[in-house]
């Protein structure tokens, strides 16, 4: 079921940020049992690895790239690093061999993570954009562990607003309420669902919750400018 109210007249407030990445910290227990993995296969890369993930946090995918590359010789078989390699080949120009990285992790280890990270290639890449394809691997991903992570369904709410499927979005806005109440996405996504379902006192209330937790403040005046505070004192002076 597709809509095209208000609501989704407003993608280009979506595209003008990457909410995929706008979880505050990289999850660092998962990421010691991510170390814990690779210490047990050659415990010599595990630094470098560490230091090829603070630069890709960093977005210096250039360095990341020469470093994950330096643990992929030494361990190719490390599903982690062969997913992380690809998506950043992928960013700095290179779809093919991007998505060959990806679905070789998917082949050697099909997880959550690993579905998730060629989805966002389908996602982001220029040149082989397939919504319908990222859709499906995020939707396998959910039925693995850490199907909810909030990544996953972060995206799979930017995929549904752009293919304006209003069914989608509302399920995936709901969980996160449910399950990520603490992250700036979550109360993004609900504004944009308050104000599609007319409700703008909710719309305007989630919007400032989610400027508190770091949305752009050009956004934020987007996102009422778009309708919300006009209807908002429509309501109030009862035109």
Known sequence: MKTTKHTFLLLFI??????????????????????????????????????ATIAM???NLKLA????????????????????????????????????LCEKAIAINKTSYNLLSLAYCYFIDVN??????????????????????????????????????IV????????????????????YFAAILASQDGKWKLAENEIQQAKKMGLPEETVKAFLDSGVSSNLNKRQYGY
Do not use: C, W
């Open 168 to 187: 989608d979005f509302r399920s995936v806005t709901s969980e996160l309420l449910e399950k990520h109440s603490d992250l700036m996405v979550t109360h």
């Open 128 to 165: 082989n954009r397939n919504l319908g394809k990222a859709s499906s691997l995020l939707k396998e991903a959910q039925t693995l562990p850490d199907g909810d992570d909030p990544d996953i369904l972060s995206l799979l709410g930017q995929i549904a607003l752009q293919e304006q499927n």
């Open 14 to 51: 979506l595209s003008s940020i990457q909410l995929i990445a706008q979880n505050p910290a990289r999850d660092l227990i998962k990421e010691k049992k991510i170390e814990a993995q690779l210490k047990s296969i050659d415990s010599t890369i595990v630094n470098t690895y560490r230091k």
């Open 57 to 59: 946090d960093q977005n």
């Open 65 to 100: 790239d020469s470093l994950y590359s330096i643990v992929y010789t030494k361990a190719p078989t490390f599903d982690p690093v062969i997913r992380r390699l690809g998506m950043i080949r992928l960013q700095l120009g290179n779809s093919k061999e991007g998505i060959e």
